[in-house]
Structure formats: structure tokens, C-alpha cells
């Protein structure tokens, strides 16, 4: 074992600045293990300050010529990534399973997903377009337009190694910027593929850049004076400090946070579509999606589907291939977590209707948990669990529903069931919450919309990809011109 603490029998991450995959001096940080199998796969080194600010300075310097790179080419060079993305779909999924535990199905919809932002991305040329007005004042027009910011940075959480990225990515380079990017240091692979093929892509050496590390690595990257916006998504107590700290520099921050997701079940909904949706949706991906469903509010008679509820998550196949439908959680320490809220619920009261067994003792397994008589103010309820729990509460107007969830401090996601179109109407005006399902347990937005949240799940004014994705990255100029005088 070396001084910075490196073991030779395990491969090292490597950051890539400026083209070229490099190792870092910093300390070893932390091991990227399996987390179905407990198996040591990497390790992964704390980038010090002195590699995030060469990181940095290579993204500046390829600012200079990238954005003034006609926007037909940088485009060009994007479809060309996608492409390369397509192609290797499989070593994707190999890596997210390998690295995050997921199914099959979890890994393909993450890369696939991710995808799709840098397809929209390719459609950028006219999306951004200024304003000119010709004799805004006598024999004086005006013209504004859109610009690159500059170095942007982006840290990204555990749950999706390739979707988050490339919520990023894409949109940041086609308008003209450059990036630094710093992956979760549990499962930094996807990244490191995404800069394997931003070579091939032939992107200039410079324009994608990685970092690898954990929190000093992140402080050190906010610290630098020249970086111009962060896109961040991870739990809430981060997300804050990094905006924080991105709003007393000057500089904009979109920060997608944690969640509390609950979905409203009306005792119109058609029953077994509604079992369908919430178990997979509370217990799919382990209940480490920030769309997850996480509290189900059952209305009037429809608490009588909780035995039905309970069948279903019994049935909830465990593994990580074709046929699984749940996972790992994605490390020892989550886990410990997870079982700690659920026991915190069995001594303030709650009743664990449903605790599944896990497949094996190795890695990180734990069953589906279904908990009843839950109330607002257990633990259980008020925070973020990320795991496969579903805590169910019980409310008798659809009034009660909506001022529940009004009055939860997070505002990602929520769902509707019903049959009723005079009940969902009311649903989605009322309720103060980004993504509103009606039937669909987890409304993520497509490309061209934009991921918004609100309250803790959110801060920032400008979300992540569809237009505002492009406002984000880009700043108004305005030119006033005269030439006869
Ligand atoms: P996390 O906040 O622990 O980590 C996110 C990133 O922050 C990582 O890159 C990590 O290295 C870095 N980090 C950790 N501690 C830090 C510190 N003290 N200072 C600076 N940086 C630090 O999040 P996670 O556990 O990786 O991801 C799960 C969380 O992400 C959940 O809360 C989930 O709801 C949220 N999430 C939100 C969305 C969304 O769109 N709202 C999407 C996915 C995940």
C-alpha cells in the first residue's frame, strides 16, 4: 500500500483533463464496491486542490476556442457522441449493474434516459435564438443575444451514474461552454466511459474534463474563481451548501435535491393498476430513485387495499437480472440507515405491516417494508428514507391529501389515482409539487420539458435540460447600435 493510501490489486479511478486520463496524487478516498456482492471493485482518490484547478484551466483555455466554434460543428460533435453512446449501451449497463447493483432494466433506463437529453441536444441549432429590433429608437437597433457562461461544473449523485451526467453534459457543450465534471465516488464508471468517448467523439482536448474525489474535491471546485455556473443534484443538506456557496460567489446554481413523494390514492382508482404503480414505484430501483414513491396517502375506504398492497410486495422478485425487479441498496452504511428509520418507526408507534427477507447476507440486500399508521410526525415521514419503504397514512378528503403534502417540506414528485377527472384537475392546480402524476406513479419529464421541484427539492430558478436548460448555460447580451448620426 502506497502513502495516499493506494493498494495495487485494486485499479484506481483516473481524472481526464484536458484530453488525457490522469492519475491523481490524492488520498484514497473510498472503494467502489458491488454492492450485491460486498466484491472491491476500484478505488477511487480525493482530487486535490492543485488537479481540480489544472482541471479547471484546461476548460478555460478550451473555452476560448470551443465557443467560438460555429454551432453547426459543436452540435456535430455531439451527434457523434450520442452515437458512440448508443453503440456501447451494453458497457453501460455492464458498469451501472456492476458498480450500483441495479437490474437490468434500472441500468438500461438509466443510459437510456440519459440519452435522450443529448439526442434533444443535438436539436439545439435555432432553440437559442436573441431578439433584434431594427429603430428601437430613431436610427438605433438593438440586438440580444445568448452567450456561453464559461467553465461549468457538475456533481452528481450515487442513484444515476449516466442519466445525471448527461442531464448536464449535453446541453452545457453544444452551447458553448466547458465542463468539469465530478462523479459520485460510489460509482464514478459511467463517467469514465462518457470521457473515453468524448475522445473518440474528437471533442477538443479540454471541453470535458473529470475530477474525481468527494467533498474536498467539491469544496475545491467551488473555491475556484473561475468557474461560472454548478448544476448539482444529491440530497438536500448538500445541495444547499453547494448553492450557498455558489450564490455568495455570484454565480448560478441548479440544485436538485432530496424528495418525498407521495402518492394520493382515491377510492375510485382502478385498484389493481394502482397496486401495479405503487409497488413499483416505492420498491423498483430499491427505493433510490428521487422520483420513488415514499409515502402512500390512502383516502377514505381506500385504506381497505393494504392487504392487496402487501401481496404485492411480497411478490417483489429480488436480484439484478432480466427477471428482477429490485436490487441492493447501494452501500453498507445506506442500509444501516434505511433499517435504523424503519426501527425508529416500530418505536414511535407505526406498524410494519410487511418486512420481505433479503436474498443473500452478502452486500448491501434488505426486503420491501411496508409501514401503516404512520403519522407526521415520525421520523419515518420527515425524512428522506432512499430505500425500499413505503410508509402509508391515512386522510378522509382529498382536501386532507392535498394540504398533507402542501405542507411537506420537499416538493419533487406526487401522484394521483383516480378515476375522477374533477379530482385530478384539482389535484394539479392545487398542490405545490414539480412533477404531478395522474395514473402514473413516476411523471419524470422528458427532454424537451425540463426536471423542476420545488421547496427543499429544488433550488435554483432554472432546471435541469428542456429550455431552461439552455437559459441556464447561456447569458443575455444586449448590443444598442447607431450608424447615422
Ligand atoms: P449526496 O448529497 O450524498 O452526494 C451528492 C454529491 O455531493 C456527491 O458527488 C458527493 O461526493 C458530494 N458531496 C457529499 N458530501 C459533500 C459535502 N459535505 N460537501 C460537498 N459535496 C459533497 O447524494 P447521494 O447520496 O449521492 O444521492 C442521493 C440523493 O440525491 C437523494 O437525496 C436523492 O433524492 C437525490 N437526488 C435528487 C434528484 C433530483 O432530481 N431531485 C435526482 C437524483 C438524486
Redesign the pocket.
Known amino acids: 500500500m502506497s502513502s495516499n493510501g493506494y493498494s495495487s490489486s485494486v485499479p484506481l479511478m483516473e481524472n481526464f483533463v484536458g484530453g488525457k486520463f490522469q492519475t491523481s496524487n490524492g488520498p484514497v478516498i473510498g472503494n467502489v464496491t458491488n454492492p450485491a456482492t460486498g466484491q472491491v471493485l476500484r478505488q477511487v482518490p480525493g482530487s486535490l486542490k492543485e488537479e481540480v484547478d489544472a482541471a479547471i484551466a484546461a476548460a478555460q483555455e478550451a473555452f476560448v476556442s470551443w465557443s467560438a466554434t460555429p454551432i453547426t460543428k459543436r452540435v456535430s460533435y455531439m451527434f457523434r457522441f450520442r452515437e458512440i453512446i448508443h453503440r456501447r449501451l451494453a458497457d453501460f449497463v455492464a458498469v451501472i449493474r456492476q458498480e450500483g447493483g441495479k437490474t437490468v432494466k434500472d441500468a438500461e433506463g438509466d443510459i437510456i434516459r440519459g440519452l435522450e437529453v443529448a439526442d434533444y441536444a443535438c436539436g439545439f441549432t435555432g432553440k437559442v435564438e436573441g431578439m433584434f429590433e431594427k429603430n428601437i429608437a430613431t436610427d438605433i437597433d438593438m440586438l440580444q443575444v445568448r452567450e456561453p457562461l464559461g467553465v461549468c461544473i457538475g ?6 451514474p449516466a442519466m ?1 451526467p448527461l442531464w448536464m453534459i449535453p446541453i452545457a457543450l453544444v452551447t458553448g461552454n466547458t465542463f468539469v465534471l ?5 460509482v464514478p464508471g459511467a463517467a469514465h466511459l462518457l470521457a473515453e468517448i468524448s475522445l473518440e467523439a474528437g471533442f477538443p482536448p479540454g471541453v470535458f474534463n473529470i475530477v474525481q ?3 474536498d474535491t ?2 475545491a471546485l467551488l473555491d475556484n474563481p473561475h468557474i461560472k455556473a454548478v448544476s ?8 444547499r ?2 448553492y450557498q456557496k455558489a450564490s455568495m460567489k455570484g454565480i448560478r446554481a441548479q440544485c ?4 418525498k413523494n407521495h402518492a394520493v390514492i382515491m377510492p375510485d382508482c382502478n385498484k389493481e393498476l394502482t397496486l401495479q404503480a405503487l409497488t413499483a414505484a416505492a420498491f423498483g430501483a430499491t427505493g433510490q ?2 422520483m420513488a414513491i415514499s409515502v402512500a396517502v390512502f383516502v377514505g375506504e381506500s385504506i381497505g387495499m393494504l392487504p392487496a398492497l402487501v401481496e404485492k410486495a411480497a411478490n417483489v422478485r429480488m436480484g439484478t437480472d432480466e427477471n428482477s425487479d429490485m436490487g441492493p441498496l447501494i452501500s453498507a452504511q445506506a442500509k444501516a440507515r434505511v433499517e435504523k428509520l424503519v426501527q425508529s418507526a416500530k418505536t414511535q408507534g407505526a406498524k410494519i405491516l410487511y418486512e420481505g427477507q433479503p436474498p443473500s447476507s452478502k452486500g448491501n440486500w434488505m426486503g420491501p417494508v411496508i409501514i401503516s399508521n404512520v403519522t407526521t410526525d415520525m421520523d419515518v415521514y420527515n425524512q ?1 428514507i ?1 430505500g425500499p419503504v413505503l410508509v402509508c397514512l391515512q386522510v378522509q378528503t382529498l382536501d386532507e391529501a392535498i394540504q398533507l403534502i402542501n405542507s411537506n417540506r420537499f416538493g ?1 414528485g406526487t401522484a394521483i389515482f383516480t378515476e375522477s377527472g374533477v379530482a385530478a384537475r384539482k389535484f394539479q392546480s392545487e398542490i405545490e409539487v414539480g412533477q404531478v402524476g395522474i395514473n402514473i406513479p413516476i411523471p419524470v419529464p422528458a427532454p424537451p420539458f425540463g ?1 423542476t ?1 420545488s421547496k427543499d ?2 433550488w435554483g430558478d432554472l432546471p ?1 435540460y428542456g429550455p431552461t436548460g439552455f437559459a441556464f448555460f447561456t447569458r443575455p447580451k444586449t448590443i444598442v447600435s447607431r450608424f447615422k448620426w
Open positions: 456533481i452528481c449523485p450515487f442513484n444515476f445525471i465530478k462523479p459520485s465516488e460510489l474525489g468527494g467533498k467539491v469544496e448539482f443534484v444529491g440530497s438536500t443538506p448538500i445541495g451548501i453547494v436538485n435535491m432530496g424528495a430513485r428521487c428522506e432512499f419533487n426536471f421541484g427539492s429544488m435541469f
